[in-house]
C-alpha cells in the first residue's frame, strides 16, 4: 500500500509539473494538450465536470492558445462579483474564472486589458490541467474544488507578477528541514499572558536549507527569448503557523515559476506558504511559483497536515544564458561584502561599490 501511494504521488508530480514545460515555446499561453484536444474557447474556460477517466497529456509545439484580445472589462468584472458570493458545489467541478475577495478584483483591475487577459489565460490553463490530473486519481469534486479554490486565490495574489513575467520555467529542488513551532491559536492565547514574551513571534522556529536547478525561458525588452539554466539554493525560515509545527523532514519538489526579472538576478526574497494537500507556493515581488512536494519526514506523513509560512531567499549560484556562464552569487558576494570592507577601511564610512572594478 505504501509503495502505491508513493507511486502515485509521484505520477501526479510529474502530470502536474509538466506545466514548466510551457517554458520552451514562443508564447506563454498553454501549450500542453490532451488527446481529446479543446478549442481555442473550451481551453480558457475552467475545467469540465465531464472530464474523461484517464488524462492522456502530451506537447504540441504546433499549437498555441493565446490570450483573448476581445476582453470585455466591463462583463469580466460583474462575473466575478456575482461568483464572490456563490457557493462552491461538493458534487461537481466550479469554474474558478475570477477572485473571491473584493481586494483582489480590484488589484487586478490595475492591470491593462492586454494584462489581465494575458493573465486570465495563464491561470487558467494551469487550473486546468491541475484538475485534470486531479481527476485522473479519481478524487470527488468537492475535493478538487478545495485545491483549485487555494490556487485560484494564489495566482490573484501574485496576479501582477504573473501577468508581466517576462521568465517561466520549471525547476527541482531537494532539501532539507526542522523546525518545531506552536499553532497560531495557542499563540494568540498566550499573547496576554506573562510566558507569552519568551515565545518568538513566529510561534516557534523552522530552518530548510534546499539545492536546487531550474530551466526556464526569459523574454528580453527586444522581444528574443533566451533560454536559462540556473543552479539555486534556497534559505528559509519561519514566518507564522497556523496548524503549529513539528517536524523532521528531507523533500523533492517539483514544478512551476513566473518570474519578472529585470536586470540580472543574484538572490531573491519571497514569501513561501506550506499548505498541505495543496503543494508549495512562492510568492514574492519578483515570483510565483508553485511546486509538488514529496519526501520522508518525522513524524512520518505529518508534512500533509501542516499550515506554515516561510521568510525564504533564493541565492542564485551559478547561471547559463545561452551560451554565457557566470555566477551570481560571486557577484553579489563583490558588490555587497567587498564593497563594504572597501567603505569602512579606505573611503571612510562613504556609500562607494566596486561594481565592475574587479572585473
Given at each position: 500500500?505504501?509503495?502505491?501511494?508513493?507511486?502515485?504521488?509521484?505520477?501526479?508530480?510529474?502530470?502536474?509539473?509538466?506545466?514548466?514545460?510551457?517554458?520552451?515555446?514562443?508564447?506563454?499561453?498553454?501549450?500542453?494538450?490532451?488527446?481529446?484536444?479543446?478549442?481555442?474557447?473550451?481551453?480558457?474556460?475552467?475545467?469540465?465536470?465531464?472530464?474523461?477517466?484517464?488524462?492522456?497529456i502530451k506537447l504540441d509545439l504546433s499549437e498555441v492558445v493565446e490570450a483573448?484580445?476581445?476582453?470585455?472589462?466591463?462583463?469580466?468584472?460583474?462575473?466575478?462579483?456575482?461568483?464572490?458570493?456563490?457557493?462552491?458545489?461538493?458534487?461537481?467541478?466550479?469554474?474558478?474564472?475570477?477572485?473571491?475577495?473584493?481586494?483582489?478584483?480590484?488589484?487586478?483591475?490595475?492591470?491593462?486589458?492586454?494584462?489581465?487577459?494575458?493573465?486570465?489565460?495563464?491561470?487558467?490553463?494551469?487550473?486546468?490541467?491541475?484538475?485534470?490530473?486531479?481527476?485522473?486519481?479519481?478524487?470527488?469534486?468537492?475535493?478538487?474544488?478545495?485545491?483549485?479554490?487555494?490556487?485560484?486565490?494564489?495566482?490573484?495574489?501574485?496576479?501582477?507578477?504573473?501577468?508581466?513575467?517576462?521568465?517561466?520555467?520549471?525547476?527541482?529542488?531537494?532539501?532539507?528541514?526542522?523546525?518545531?513551532?506552536?499553532?497560531?491559536?495557542?499563540?494568540?492565547?498566550?499573547?496576554?499572558?506573562?510566558?507569552?514574551?519568551?515565545?518568538?513571534?513566529?510561534?516557534?522556529?523552522?530552518?530548510?536549507?534546499?539545492?536546487?536547478?531550474?530551466?526556464?525561458?526569459?523574454?528580453?525588452?527586444?522581444?528574443?527569448?533566451?533560454?536559462?539554466?540556473?543552479?539555486?539554493?534556497?534559505?528559509?525560515?519561519?514566518?507564522?503557523?497556523?496548524?503549529?509545527?513539528?517536524?523532521?523532514?528531507?523533500?523533492?519538489?517539483?514544478?512551476?515559476?513566473?518570474?519578472?526579472?529585470?536586470?540580472?538576478?543574484?538572490?531573491?526574497?519571497?514569501?513561501?506558504?506550506?499548505?498541505?494537500?495543496?503543494?508549495?507556493?512562492?510568492?514574492?515581488?519578483?515570483?510565483?511559483?508553485?511546486?509538488?512536494?514529496?519526501?520522508?519526514?518525522?513524524?512520518?506523513?505529518?508534512?500533509?497536515?501542516?499550515?506554515?509560512?516561510?521568510?525564504?531567499?533564493?541565492?542564485?549560484?551559478?547561471?547559463?544564458?545561452?551560451?554565457?556562464?557566470?555566477?551570481?552569487?560571486?557577484?553579489?558576494?563583490?558588490?555587497?561584502?567587498?564593497?563594504?570592507?572597501?567603505?569602512?577601511?579606505?573611503?571612510?564610512?562613504?556609500?562607494?561599490?566596486?561594481?565592475?572594478?574587479?572585473?
Open positions: 500500500m505504501a509503495i502505491r501511494t508513493l507511486f502515485k504521488s509521484l505520477l501526479l508530480i510529474a502530470a502536474v509539473s509538466l506545466t514548466g514545460a510551457q517554458a520552451y515555446a514562443e508564447d506563454d499561453a498553454n501549450l500542453l494538450l490532451f488527446e481529446s484536444a479543446p478549442s481555442q474557447a473550451e481551453s480558457q474556460k475552467a475545467p469540465r465536470s465531464d472530464m474523461p477517466d484517464e488524462a492522456v483573448d484580445k476581445d476582453f470585455n472589462r466591463k462583463a469580466f468584472v460583474e462575473r466575478a462579483r456575482a461568483a464572490m458570493t456563490a457557493e462552491i458545489p461538493a458534487d461537481k467541478l466550479y469554474e474558478f474564472e475570477g477572485p473571491r475577495t473584493e481586494a483582489e478584483l480590484e488589484k487586478l483591475l490595475e492591470l491593462s486589458d492586454a494584462d489581465i487577459a494575458k493573465f486570465l489565460a495563464k491561470k487558467s490553463a494551469f487550473l486546468g490541467k491541475f484538475a485534470r490530473v486531479l481527476s485522473f486519481f479519481r478524487l470527488k469534486p468537492g475535493k478538487i474544488n478545495k485545491a483549485l479554490n487555494e490556487l485560484n486565490n494564489r495566482f490573484y495574489e501574485s496576479s501582477h507578477v504573473v501577468s508581466r513575467s517576462n521568465v517561466k520555467g520549471g525547476t527541482m529542488m531537494v532539501s532539507v528541514g526542522a523546525g518545531l513551532a506552536l499553532p497560531q491559536k495557542v499563540m494568540e492565547a498566550l499573547r496576554g499572558r506573562s510566558i507569552g514574551r519568551f515565545i518568538p513571534e513566529s510561534g516557534g522556529f523552522f530552518y530548510m536549507l534546499g539545492l536546487g536547478a531550474g530551466i526556464s525561458r526569459q523574454v528580453g525588452a527586444d522581444g528574443k527569448s533566451k533560454m536559462v539554466f540556473e543552479i539555486f539554493m534556497d534559505v528559509e525560515r519561519l514566518k507564522k503557523t497556523l496548524t503549529g509545527v513539528a517536524e523532521i523532514s528531507a523533500a523533492g519538489t517539483y514544478g512551476l515559476v513566473f518570474e519578472k526579472r529585470d536586470g540580472a538576478f543574484t538572490h531573491q526574497k519571497n514569501t513561501t506558504m506550506y499548505g498541505g494537500a495543496t503543494g508549495v507556493f512562492r510568492q514574492g515581488p519578483s515570483q510565483f511559483g508553485w511546486a509538488a512536494s514529496t519526501g520522508m519526514s518525522m513524524p512520518p506523513g505529518i508534512g500533509i497536515f501542516l499550515v506554515y509560512q516561510d521568510h525564504a531567499t533564493r541565492y542564485y549560484l551559478f547561471r547559463m544564458e545561452g551560451l554565457r556562464a557566470s555566477l551570481p552569487a560571486l557577484k553579489g558576494f563583490k558588490d555587497g561584502i567587498i564593497s563594504a570592507l572597501r567603505n569602512y577601511a579606505y573611503f571612510g564610512g562613504k556609500v562607494v561599490t566596486c561594481q565592475g572594478a574587479l572585473l
